[in-house]
């Protein structure tokens, strides 16, 4: 099974910073992933599919990229309703999600 | 308006079942893919199985696979869920979620609330 990997788990930054969130799958899987905001008490809602494509109504200081095994969400400038945990999710076969990173306001 | 709303959950014990309902409304069921994931509590998002729109290939995440059963009823627009065997560690809220596009692809835009089980003696 293709296990996927996001680093940091956790982060703590400023209102303003550009942050950013790896995940890693353990084989490639060309551009099949998507990522995940749940804030605390909610359900997931999606950002980006296919690695870097925005969903309808997702502010554009989120960004993904990346494409094989190495992947990456960017948030260009962090605001305060930004404060969830985000997870990646590969779909490409058996769907399976990353351990998630929670991320913080300093 | 999309909708999904889950239904089924409660308390069971070890090797016991349950089912699990999501009633769907606001889109064309039949056209999408369908898809459980859960999430123990503190913990992170776990899928669990798909089916497609027709209901005709199912999938399973190695954790469940002989013990639970997806299925849908497209003419009255719900998925399920049936759970047998019931451990503990399958404790966790459980999310129906829909996929995005028409074509099988298991990710997902639109997610219920949840219904959570709860496996104790």
């Given at each position: 099974d293709i296990q996927m990997t996001q680093s940091p788990s956790s982060l703590s930054a400023s209102v303003g910073d550009r942050v950013t969130i790896t995940c890693r799958a353990s084989q490639g899987i060309s551009n099949y992933l998507a990522w995940y905001q749940q804030k605390p008490g909610k359900v997931p809602k999606l950002l980006i599919y296919a690695a870097s494509t925005l969903q309808s109504g997702v502010p554009s200081r989120f960004s993904g990229s990346g494409s094989g095994t190495d992947f990456t969400l960017t948030i260009s400038s962090l605001q305060p309703e930004d404060v969830a945990t985000y997870y990646c999710q590969k779909y490409n076969s058996a769907p399976s999600f990353g351990q998630g990173t929670r991320l913080e306001i300093k | 308006e999309v909708q999904l709303v889950e239904s089924g959950g409660g308390l069971v014990q070890p090797g016991g079942s349950l089912r699990l309902s999501c009633a769907a409304s606001g889109f064309t069921f039949s056209s999408y893919a369908m898809s459980w994931v859960r999430q123990a509590p503190g913990k992170g998002l776990e899928w669990v199985s798909a089916i497609s729109g027709s209901g005709g290939s199912t999938y399973y995440a190695d954790s469940v696979k002989g013990r639970f059963t997806i299925s849908r009823d497209n003419s009255k627009n719900t998925l399920y869920l049936q759970m047998n065997s019931l451990r503990a560690e399958d404790t966790a809220v459980y999310y129906c979620a829909k996929d995005?596009?028409?074509?099988?692809?298991?990710?997902?835009d639109y997610w219920g609330q949840g219904t959570l089980v709860t496996v104790s003696s």
């Open positions: - | 995005l596009l028409m074509i099988q692809m298991y990710y997902f």
